[in-house]
């Protein structure tokens, strides 16, 4: 896991971009070729990463490698596009046209070939960040407000209620959730869910995994030993389920 944590926007008044990519030999010159043209830049070299690390930092601009990461990069780009309309460029092999033609589709403003020109690269950022229409390049799309039974949840303000009533959760627990939102009355696999939320494949996690959707279900369920939202398909992941009206 790779993470420039001095470069977050946060502690940085330059306009932030996150690189997801696993490939060392691209990103390195890649990094440095931004910085001197003045963006601050953060690398994650998987798809969960990326999400994690978009969730946390709020980037002005993702480049997006749609092959490499391990989360998928169409994967990636159809959970960024549930909660944000941060530009993406994405980029890929000249071979691999097909697959940026689908990211396009998938909601990407923009793709650049590899192996890309210097300066075309750094004018396609530029000219993209110049039409963001809004200060923040951060904003949540109009269905970013997703309900659920009695349960309503903010992308854009991360805040969570049931039945009216204020659900404080930890940055993992809402990372958890959004995990489960994103596949509404599907089952989620523990390794997609591990991967997702903490970056690991491994099996350890899983009890992380059972604690916090403890937690979880002890702030959103009536009655967490009968949960009726997020429900366990055993041996194989949980469930976000839309409850029967009461």
Not at 205 to 218: A, E, S, T, V
Request: hydrophobic content about 35%; aromatic content about 6%.
């Amino acid at each position: 896991m790779r993470e420039d944590m001095h470069n977050s926007r946060e502690r940085s008044s330059r306009p932030t971009i996150l690189v997801i990519d696993d490939d060392d030999g691209l990103t390195g010159p890649l990094r440095r070729l931004l910085e001197e043209e003045g963006f601050a830049v953060v690398l994650a070299g998987d798809g969960a990463d990326g999400l994690r690390l978009a969730y946390q930092l709020y980037p002005h601009l993702i480049l997006l490698d749609l092959v490499r990461p391990k989360l998928r990069g169409l994967q990636v780009l159809r959970r960024l596009r549930q909660i944000s309309s941060v530009p993406v460029i994405v980029i890929g092999e000249r071979a691999a046209h097909q697959a940026l033609v689908e990211g396009l589709h998938a909601g990407a403003d923009d793709f650049v070939s590899i192996p890309y020109a210097p300066a075309e690269l750094v004018a396609r950022v530029r000219a993209l960040l110049r039409r963001v229409s809004r200060p923040s390049s951060w904003v949540c799309n109009p269905d970013a407000l997703r309900t659920v039974g009695q349960m309503v949840v903010d992308y854009e303000t991360r805040s969570v209620t049931v039945r009216g009533r204020d659900i404080p959760l930890t940055p993992t627990e809402f990372r958890l959730l959004t995990c489960l939102l994103s596949s509404v009355e599907a089952t989620v696999s523990y390794q997609s869910l591990t991967r997702e939320v903490w970056g690991a494949n491994d099996p350890s996690y899983q009890r992380h995994l059972r604690l916090y959707i403890g937690y979880l279900r002890h702030k959103i369920e009536d009655d967490p030993s009968h949960p009726k939202y997020i429900l366990t398909d055993r041996r194989r992941g949980y469930r976000l389920s839309t409850p029967p009206p009461s």
